[in-house]
Nanobody, 120 residues
Framework: QVQVAESGGGLVQAGGSLRLACAASGRISRINAMNWYRQAPGKQRDLVATITSSGTTNYADSVKGRFTVSRDNAKNTAYLQMDSLKPEDTAVYYC??????????????WGQGTQVTVSS
């Protein structure tokens, strides 16, 4: 089984920064991509940032230039550095990891989420 756990959420003032971490553990042969999503109350869950095993990154337009995703392959951990935070960034942030348990079996695992609240 593969588990994913997020950490690092909290309350911050507008303009501040937070760093989220996403750690994957269990029977992991390879992690192909780690994705960060967020869901605000009453809204759908949206993709925020993606990082592949080779380090290729992609961001939602709403966070480009403010958020930076990175990963430590040796630790099966991804990070989301969030700077210049805005009240509209308030949401539960979820990590999603996709990869292989064996060459014939993959995984697509979500974490429980971490709350980020940005006050104005």
């Amino acid at each position: 089984q593969v588990q994913v756990a997020e950490s690092g959420g909290g309350l911050v003032q507008a303009g501040g920064s937070l760093r989220l971490a996403c750690a994957a553990s269990g029977r992991i042969s390879r992690i192909n991509a780690m994705n960060w999503y967020r869901q605000a109350p009453g809204k759908q869950r949206d993709l925020v940032a993606t990082i592949t095993s080779s380090g290729t990154t992609n961001y939602a337009d709403s966070v480009k230039g403010r958020f930076t995703v990175s990963r430590d392959n040796a630790k099966n951990t991804a990070y989301l550095q969030m700077d210049s935070l805005k009240p509209e960034d308030t949401a539960v942030y979820y990590c999603n990891a996709l990869g292989l348990v064996t060459s014939a079996r993959g995984f697509n695992t979500w974490g429980q989420g971490t709350q980020v609240t940005v006050s104005s």
